[in-house]
């Protein structure tokens, strides 16, 4: 007879895994990082893990390394011309990256592919990137309630009908379907980065 399990310790084990999954991306990432630097950025188109193929967008030159878009020290999965429907999702006033340099962000996220990109890039300027529950939703594990109107600042990565990303306050909320949640991403971190 097979034993039962609560809702509590299946949700339990759930993030456990998510977290796992995380950082096995964000390490696939850094990983693919630390060889293209250490290949000093020069390859070829031969398969080898080299560089794959370039582009560049407003000046940022962009390189096809294992899979990953590389651009200096960050890593997406996408580059701007791929996602070019999402970068107009992204609308409005969002923070630049010296909001977030040095400083403590929590992140809370229903995509753990969305969430491994934000850990992997903003982990290269942020002091931390934690984990947050935020109000209105049920979480396991332990991470601190945050809200929009608190001084850290707070990544909400949820699954919507529509496409958007927005700022209110310390939040910047990324919103949109299952499947368009990992562009609309890298969208945002293109935005703060300078990149578009």
Known sequence: MKRLVSKQDLEKKSRRNKTIMSFGLVLVMLLSIAGFAFQGGQGNSNGDGNVEEKVTYNGVDFSLINGLWVAGVFAFIYNPYEIGEFLTSAGGEISVVDNYEGKVVYIYSEDIDSESEVRGNLGQIASRVNGACVEGVKCVGGFPLKNCEGGDPLIIIKEETENSIRQENNCVL??????????LTDSFLFKILGVI
């Open 174 to 183: 990324i919103e949109g379907p299952k499947e368009g949640l990992l562009p």
